[in-house]
């Protein structure tokens, strides 16, 4: 297995690998990284709109591809030049490219912008570019990423400081394995090196990478000699951080480091590892061919990019640098119909006794493998069929390769759930609950890819023919449980809630499910029963709230990691949303379990009562009053004077200002104050905290409980104005 590759500045290459005999280091001299230049992208394809792709024969290199040749022959980042035939797309046949050795990792990028540069514009198509290095090392050596099952367990350390510390301030307070490293930034330092001494970590998880830097500048500051994390003196900083924006949503990338030798995950910068854990990690890797470091910051576009990538490479199709192909032609009346995504039905508001929720498994992966969906079988040009309804695209009889990639995921995860129900053993259950959470992520996106303006293989015919599948399986399957016998209440792109018709005589629920199953070759799965489902209506207005809702699962069934204690599955509302007090959160789920117990909102504004009774008195610690919001702009950016502006603005005047896309954390402690008075931060000292504010938002969510029974906000205000506490026990809290 693949541990981490090191790149270094002469052009060489260290590997090292953990092996039956442990761990193995590599240097690979000689390693020259490759890339590809092909046709331009009026050449690939025909007349028909892009449809039908017939780019001209030929023997051996363009006469532009000669030129580029010997632009390019001689060239310091140039280690070598020469003609090989590959496929440039899944529809075009071998033909002859140019192949570009570069005399190191960093001279490719270099070289594919000098080939953008030279002859007139897009007159060359570049290919194998912007892969990841480790990623690309692997593939291009054919070394594994994936351990071996006779090769021992990964050893791991945890390395964590606080959130709203900085500095070696941050280092007194750091954590080793959840134990205290000691009092001083000094002996924090000795402890990391003793730790690392002792362990000889494989994987080292820190709480953010700049805890690398950090610990070496506190070793030369402190002049704790020979100090290292790596299995080899240094560390090397691969990115500097970077604020990004990706569907109107701007996000943070923190800067990233690599040790020699060991694995370097950071908790602040990782969507798989939160997600799946180690083990599920381990088993994507194997899964994917993604070194484990390189998986440990990925997307989960860019993990799906790599399994592409993988199929693509053993169909001999080389990745392209740019998503060139383009969108083909489409009647305004077309456009009209594809231009919509999957379909929703308007939830019933109010409370639903014994409620039944339906789950197409795997939906849209199973639409593109059931149906062949991929960017060379939709609108292929070959076939003159109407398969895509409301569309009338034809799908192409050929085996579409995007099916290939998914089918063993889907086919993968079902085994791994299969497993789960038969398994006895709660260590053997946690493993499988990674590798199948691990999974679930790919497929979950691979839909949206589709239509990802950059994806290497993506292509906006496939997103659109995956929704007009998706909106006419939801249609049928409403028709089919409605003439069973059943009242749909909800559904929305791949779920379905449905609840006994009154006055109705109902098939069973699992031989109406098994025929939808049957009828669409997609597995309706009864997900869960409840007790009850209350469907919230929308903020100042009637109609149901698409997304937000809560019930009380049977008591037979098991909840779910995002449930509360006592199975109340919660969708939308404040509890679930990041950016709530964990105070406001308590006060939810309290108020929810006595909206189980009762269905009163009289007895929702009782509990919530005493929790403000509390809120007044001055009870509740200021760490669960703790905003979380992340922010989109420097402070200087914005034109309103929110609360988020004033926590930015006095982090700045702390000197720990954010970069846009990072997470602010503050308390409320005057909202009606001016700058940045009105907020403290959480590692200053707070005397006091609003009461008015933190009322409001405790109000909203108890709101958010009984809206659903037809009491708003001013329904909770006035009986809370009325109430009095009738006894002790119920002013100290007690139920």
Not at 388 to 409: A, E, H, N, R, W
């Amino acid at each position: 297995m693949v541990l981490t590759v090191d790149f270094r500045s002469s052009g060489d290459v260290v590997r090292w690998a953990l092996t039956n005999d442990g761990i193995t280091r590599t240097v690979h001299e000689e390693y020259t990284p490759t890339l590809f230049v092909g046709d331009a992208v009026r050449d690939l394809y025909g007349r028909r709109g892009g449809q039908t792709p017939t780019p001209p024969d030929r023997d051996g290199l363009s006469e532009s591809l000669t030129e580029l040749r010997a632009f390019l022959a001689g060239q310091d980042a140039v280690a070598d030049v020469r003609c090989e035939f590959h496929r440039q797309t899944f529809r075009t046949e071998q033909r002859p490219l140019l192949r570009i050795d570069a005399t190191s990792i960093d001279a490719v990028r270099r070289i594919a912008r000098r080939v953008q540069q030279f002859n007139r514009p897009a007159e060359y198509t570049c290919y194998n570019v912007d892969l990841t290095r480790q990623f690309r090392y692997c593939l291009e050596t054919k070394a594994p990423a994936s351990p071996d099952r006779s090769i021992r367990s990964l050893r791991t350390l945890a390395l964590s400081i606080p959130a709203h510390k900085s500095g070696f301030e941050a280092l007194s307070h750091l954590m080793i394995d959840g134990e205290s490293a000691g009092p001083t930034p000094e002996a924090a330092v000795n402890a990391v090196a003793s730790a690392v001494g002792e362990n000889d970590p494989d994987v080292i998880v820190v709480s953010t990478a700049e805890l690398t830097p950090l610990l070496f500048d506190a070793a030369d500051t402190h002049k704790v000699r020979n100090f290292e994390l790596g299995r080899e003196p240094g560390y090397t900083k691969l990115t500097g951080e970077c604020s990004y924006t990706s569907y109107g949503q701007v996000g943070h990338s923190p800067a990233r480091y690599t040790l020699p030798g060991r694995v370097v995950i950071d908790e602040s910068n990782t969507f798989f590892y939160h997600e799946a854990g180690l083990p599920g990690c381990l088993n994507l890797v194997d899964r994917v061919g993604l070194p484990l470091e390189e998986l440990g910051w990925a997307s989960i576009g860019r993990v799906l990019t790599a399994l592409q990538v993988s199929a693509a490479r053993d169909r001999d199709v080389l990745v392209p640098w740019h998503a060139w192909r383009p969108e083909l032609f489409k009647s305004a009346a077309t456009l009209d119909a594809a231009d919509r995504g999957g379909t929703t039905f308007a939830p019933a508001v109010g409370v639903h006794e014994n409620v039944h929720e339906l789950d197409f498994a795997s939906l849209y992966p199973n639409i593109i493998r059931t149906r062949n969906i991929s960017p060379e079988t939709v609108r292929c040009g070959c076939c003159e069929s109407d398969d895509v309804p409301g569309l009338g695209y034809s799908i192409c009889d050929s085996d579409g390769y995007l099916p290939t990639v998914l089918g063993p995921l889907i086919d993968a995860r079902s085994r791994i759930k299969d497993q789960m129900e038969k398994t006895t053993d709660d260590a053997e259950r946690d493993q499988l609950k990674s590798a199948s959470s691990a999974i679930k992520w790919i497929l979950v996106s691979c839909f949206g890819y589709q239509g990802f303006s950059n994806a290497k293989f993506g292509r906006i015919e496939c997103h659109e023919a995956i929704n007009a599948f998706a909106r006419e399986i939801l249609l049928d399957a409403k028709t089919a449980l409605e003439d069973a016998g059943w009242r749909v209440l909800h559904g929305i792109v791949d779920s379905i809630w449905v609840t006994p018709a009154p006055d109705r005589d109902q098939r069973p629920l699992a031989t109406v499910a098994a025929e939808i199953s049957a009828d669409t070759d997609i597995t309706l799965e009864h997900e869960s029963v409840f007790d009850w489902v209350a469907f919230c209506p929308m903020r100042n207005g009637e109609s149901g709230a698409l997304t937000r809702y809560f019930g009380k699962r049977r008591q037979d069934e098991e909840p779910s990691a995002d449930e509360i204690g006592d199975a109340i599955k919660m969708r939308g509302i404040e509890a679930r949303q990041r950016s709530t007090p964990p105070w406001v959160t308590t006060v939810q789920e309290d108020v929810l379990r006595v909206f189980d117990a009762t269905r009163s909102p009289e007895a929702v504004c009782d509990v919530l009562h005493r929790h403000l009774t509390a809120l007044r008195r001055g009870d509740v610690a200021t760490d669960d009053l703790i905003v979380a919001n992340r922010v989109s702009k420097r402070a200087d950016a914005y034109t309103q004077e929110t609360l988020t502006v004033a926590a930015l603005r006095r982090a700045q005047h702390h000197e720990t200002s954010l970069a846009p896309g990072q997470t602010v954390r503050y308390v409320v402690v005057n909202d009606d104050g001016r700058g940045i008075d009105r907020v403290c931060l959480p590692f200053e000292d707070i005397e006091s905290y609003d009461v008015g504010w933190y009322e409001d938002a405790a109000v909203r969510a108890a709101e958010s409980i009984v809206s659903c029974v037809g009491w708003e906000k001013d329904d909770i205000t006035n009986y809370l104005a009325d109430s009095t506490d009738t006894t002790l026990e119920s002013y100290l809290g007690g139920d």
